[in-house]
């Protein structure tokens, strides 16, 4: 003991500075030194916050520069790349779950199904007679105006008979000069006659000269020649007289037909000529009680159309009513509008109560086929592809490869089977765009690798089977 505390005295004793043990300085990380004491003393650091074991700091190692940067640094970066990998592991099975699908349904049915085409056109009556005036004049008096039945034979217009009567009193002249040219062409031809007798008489004497009986002979056939072209004159003057009379008589105008007048387009006073184009003074429809319903059936749709077939058509003027109709004539001729081809079609209609009137447009629905007490499907069921069931957006792809298929395989169903679709291949019949009638169904099975599983081979579609239409939009 005496030693060590001389050992220790000449060091203090020689001014030497007090020896510090290190002290940990919370702000900087490293380690201070703390000036110590003789034993027994206690010094300032130690009485307020302690000493720091040497061996704690060792352990610790605090006293290396940046090590718990690094530290830190490390293990935050282990934590990001957790971080991430798990979000790209939730990421990739919410992308690859399975999404549930609502189907919409509908009900197999059986029933009546037409098929129909559909044409527009217009009305008018069966026949119609359009009057008009042959000779040219002055309107005297009109009998006869807008809707009034009219009988065959019955006056309508009176014309200005003035002209046609003087050109009547010119053919008759004309008569009477020409029988006086054949009455003196018959005098002349006797007396050329006599002439020859007596020249003939002499000549047999030898009074007269052979020349001169030549003379006779040649004037018999001058006049005979004569009498010939003046009865000629006598038909053309009488062919001439009968039609200035046909013109006089024409200046009174009868109606041609029964039936009623549709449209005038003279008044009293008015001047018509007739020399070139024969006016034309009322439209008379024979009977409004039978008319007729002429459309235009397009080229897509004329195969389907006959004669003999019923229909229905409506007109703006009764909204609510159908009328009823029947095919008679389906015109061969062609007619191209904006290069679109239509074909005309002529349907009777029965007009009893005159409630439609000519040119009306009417929209006409012909009944092409009828089926009757058949099995019915919605014909949106047959333009149905299942989606892809794993929803990674193939489903376009999907439904071209099922809509190859059902090109080459038939038109398929789809019905519900457990949580998945099975696919049921049918024969189909006539359509009208809604409904599609549904015949037995193909025993070939589904290909392998589709949306549910195939059909059995014994598969039948009943009344009230459930089938998909359509696929309602997920919920997110």
Same mark, same amino acid.
């Given at each position: 003991?005496?030693?060590?505390?001389?050992?220790?005295?000449?060091?203090?004793?020689?001014?030497?500075?007090?020896?510090? $043990?290190?002290?940990?300085?919370?702000?900087?990380?490293?380690?201070?030194?703390?000036?110590?004491?003789?034993?027994?003393?206690?010094?300032?650091?130690?009485?307020?916050?302690? %000493?720091?074991?040497?061996?704690?700091?060792?352990?610790?190692?605090?006293?290396?520069?940046?090590?718990?940067?690094?530290?830190?640094?490390?293990?935050?970066?282990?934590?990001?790349?957790?971080?991430?990998?798990?979000?790209?592991?939730?990421?990739?099975?919410?992308?690859?779950?399975?999404?549930?699908?609502?189907?919409?349904?509908?009900?197999?049915?059986?029933?009546?199904?037409?098929?129909?085409?559909?044409?527009?056109?217009?009305?008018?009556?069966?026949?119609?007679?359009?009057?008009?005036?042959?000779?040219?004049?002055?309107?005297?008096?009109?009998?006869?105006?807008?809707?009034?039945?009219?009988?065959?034979?019955?006056?309508?217009?009176?014309?200005?008979?003035?002209?046609?009567?003087?050109?009547?009193?010119?053919?008759?002249?004309?008569?009477?000069?020409?029988?006086?040219?054949?009455?003196?062409?018959?005098?002349?031809?006797?007396? $050329?006659?006599?002439?020859?007798?007596?020249?003939?008489?002499?000549?047999?004497?030898?009074?007269?000269?052979?020349?001169?009986?030549?003379?006779?002979?040649?004037?018999?056939?001058?006049?005979?020649?004569?009498?010939?072209?003046?009865?000629?004159?006598?038909?053309?003057?009488?062919? $001439?007289?009968?039609?200035?009379?046909?013109?006089?008589?024409?200046?009174?105008?009868?109606?041609?037909?029964?039936?009623?007048?549709?449209?005038?387009?003279?008044?009293?006073?008015?001047?018509?000529?007739?020399?070139?184009?024969?006016?034309?003074?009322?439209?008379?429809?024979?009977?409004?009680?039978?008319?007729?319903?002429?459309?235009?059936?397009?080229? $897509?749709?004329?195969?389907?159309?006959?004669? &003999?077939?019923?229909?229905?058509?409506?007109?703006?003027?009764?909204?609510?009513?159908?009328?009823?109709?029947?095919?008679?004539?389906?015109?061969?001729?062609?007619?191209?509008?904006?290069?679109?081809?239509?074909?005309?079609?002529?349907? %009777?209609?029965?007009?009893?109560?005159?409630?439609?009137?000519?040119?009306?447009?009417?929209?006409?629905?012909?009944? %092409?086929?009828?089926?009757?007490?058949?099995?019915?499907?919605?014909?949106?069921?047959?333009?149905?592809?299942?989606?892809?069931?794993? &929803?990674? &957006?193939?489903?376009?792809?999907?439904?071209?490869?099922?809509?190859?298929?059902?090109?080459?395989?038939?038109?398929?169903?789809?019905?519900? =089977?457990?949580? &998945?679709?099975?696919?049921?291949?049918?024969?189909?019949?006539?359509?009208?765009?809604?409904?599609?009638?549904?015949?037995?169904?193909?025993?070939?099975?589904?290909?392998?690798?589709?949306?549910? =599983?195939?059909?059995? =081979?014994?598969?039948?579609?009943?009344?009230?089977?459930?089938?998909?239409?359509?696929?309602?939009?997920?919920?997110?």
């Amino acid at each position: 003991m005496t030693t060590d505390r001389q050992a220790a005295g000449p060091s203090t004793a020689r001014g030497a500075a007090p020896a510090r $043990a290190p002290v940990l300085d919370a702000s900087q990380g490293a380690v201070a030194p703390t000036p110590t004491s003789a034993p027994g003393a206690a010094s300032p650091g130690t009485a307020g916050r302690g %000493a720091v074991d040497p061996d704690v700091v060792k352990t610790l190692g605090v006293g290396k520069s940046g090590l718990v940067g690094r530290i830190v640094r490390r293990v935050l970066l282990v934590t990001v790349i957790g971080g991430a990998v798990v979000g790209a592991y939730l990421g990739y099975r919410h992308l690859t779950r399975e999404i549930p699908v609502d189907y919409v349904e509908s009900r197999i049915r059986r029933g009546d199904l037409s098929i129909t085409v559909t044409a527009t056109g217009t009305l008018q009556p069966r026949r119609t007679v359009q009057v008009g005036a042959e000779v040219s004049g002055r309107i005297l008096a009109v009998h006869a105006d807008y809707n009034q039945r009219v009988t065959a034979g019955q006056l309508l217009v009176e014309i200005d008979p003035q002209q046609s009567r003087a050109r009547v009193r010119e053919a008759r002249a004309n008569m009477s000069a020409a029988r006086a040219a054949v009455r003196q062409a018959r005098a002349n031809l006797d007396e $050329a006659r006599v002439n020859l007798r007596r020249t003939e008489t002499l000549v047999r004497s030898e009074v007269a000269t052979e020349q001169q009986l030549d003379t006779a002979r040649a004037a018999v056939h001058r006049f005979e020649a004569a009498l010939a072209s003046a009865d000629a004159q006598v038909a053309l003057a009488n062919a $001439a007289l009968t039609a200035a009379q046909t013109d006089l008589s024409r200046t009174v105008v009868h109606a041609p037909i029964d039936g009623i007048v549709l449209s005038r387009s003279v008044e009293p006073g008015q001047a018509i000529a007739s020399a070139f184009q024969t006016p034309v003074l009322f439209t008379i429809a024979e009977d409004l009680a039978r008319m007729e319903l002429r459309v235009d059936v397009d080229e $897509a749709d004329i195969g389907l159309v006959r004669e &003999g077939q019923t229909a229905t058509f409506s007109v703006d003027a009764y909204p609510g009513r159908r009328f009823e109709a029947r095919l008679v004539a389906v015109r061969n001729a062609p007619r191209t509008v904006q290069n679109v081809v239509t074909y005309e079609a002529v349907l %009777a209609v029965e007009n009893a109560d005159l409630a439609l009137r000519p040119g009306m447009t009417a929209t006409a629905t012909i009944v %092409a086929e009828r089926r009757r007490n058949v099995l019915l499907a919605p014909s949106a069921a047959l333009r149905f592809t299942p989606p892809d069931p794993a &929803g990674r &957006g193939g489903m376009d792809e999907a439904r071209q490869k099922r809509r190859d298929a059902d090109r080459r395989s038939g038109h398929r169903l789809y019905v519900r =089977s457990g949580t &998945g679709l099975r696919a049921i291949r049918v024969e189909t019949g006539p359509s009208d765009g809604r409904n599609t009638e549904i015949r037995l169904p193909s025993t070939r099975p589904s290909p392998p690798g589709e949306e549910g =599983s195939p059909a059995p =081979s014994d598969a039948a579609l009943v009344e009230g089977t459930r089938v998909v239409v359509d696929v309602r939009a997920p919920r997110p």
